[in-house]
């Protein structure tokens, strides 16, 4: 059985480096091929610079807040590094294709500046998603694969909604609006942020990873909150026939950011919350 579970995690790494390589081709060489170089500078250098600030948060939760049997083992490691950089893969290919959000055509060819803040807040928030789901001990890969990805499918989900209610994605990539990128953005960073949070903790069973992911409702309110600012945009756009409103923006984006980093400072550890100390109580009455 441990041959097995050792093959398996090869495997596993295996792909992993394989998916990592494709995405690092597929995300830098546009960034340097495409001539002239000084096109769109400013996007090409915050492109470049996003993978290397999402490695080093991935490496810093490896090395300080994962699992005792990874913190110092180089291997390990090296296997969730490049879990992770495929796990970014998959996140820019969703936010891509489900999002439409392209940091190829939107970002840097159309230079569309409100779709780079919005893929910027992607990324990370995806970059965090992951990391939470790397916080705590577990006994393999399968556990940060499943706790991610509760968190990455209510990220996808949450985004759907708030665009059929706001129609966001257009406003975005078709109308080029600055301030709805913004406050996208930071809605896609601090949910990331508030679901991180959810995805963290040792791990117990799939059940009870459930029940300690609904440490992450506040960010159906973070949610609700989007909505109704981007209606209040819209009708106001509407009215005034203009919508310039990058500072209001800039300052819910700051909002939205310190709303879900105070959420995760004082929401309570998950033992403390009386419905997981019911789920346990369920639980081992099962295994009895």
């Known amino acids: 059985m441990d041959i097995l579970l050792y093959l398996v995690e090869f ?29 769109n500078k400013s996007a090409r250098y915050i492109l470049g610079l996003l993978p290397i600030g999402s490695f080093c ?30 796990w970014l893969f998959l996140g820019a290919t969703l936010m891509s294709c489900v999002f439409d959000l392209s940091w190829l055509d939107d970002a840097l060819n159309l230079n569309n500046k409100a779709a780079l803040i919005a893929v910027v807040g992607g990324f990370l928030g995806l970059t965090l998603i992951y990391s939470g789901a790397n916080i705590g001990n577990g006994p393999g890969w399968w556990c940060v694969v499943f706790t991610g990805g509760l968190g990455l499918v209510a990220w996808i989900v949450l985004g759907l909604v708030i665009n059929s209610c706001t129609k966001t994605f ?36 799939f059940y009870i990873t459930l029940v300690e992911f609904i440490d992450g409702w506040s960010v159906l309110v973070l949610a609700g909150i989007l909505i109704l600012v981007e209606l209040y945009y819209i009708h106001k756009a509407k009215s005034n026939k203009t919508n310039n409103a990058i500072f209001g923006s800039i300052f819910l984006a700051v909002v939205f950011i310190a709303m879900a980093i105070t959420i995760v400072y004082l929401l309570p550890p998950t033992s403390g919350n009386p419905i997981y100390r019911v789920a346990l109580e369920v639980f081992w009455s099962l295994h009895i």
Do not use: H, Q
């Open 11 to 39: 495997l596993v790494f295996i792909v992993s480096i394989i998916c990592s390589f494709k995405f690092l081709v597929k995300w830098y060489e546009p960034l340097l091929s495409k001539r002239p170089l000084n096109r």
């Open 57 to 86: 948060v991935i490496l810093f939760t490896l090395k300080m807040l994962a699992s005792f049997d990874v913190v110092d083992s180089f291997i390990y490691i090296s296997m969730y590094m490049v879990l992770g950089i495929a």
């Open 170 to 205: 257009e406003r975005i990539t078709v109308e080029r609006d600055i301030g709805c990128g913004i406050r996208f953005g930071s809605y896609l960073l601090a949910s990331g942020i508030i679901l991180a949070r959810a995805c963290a903790g040792d791990w117990t069973s």
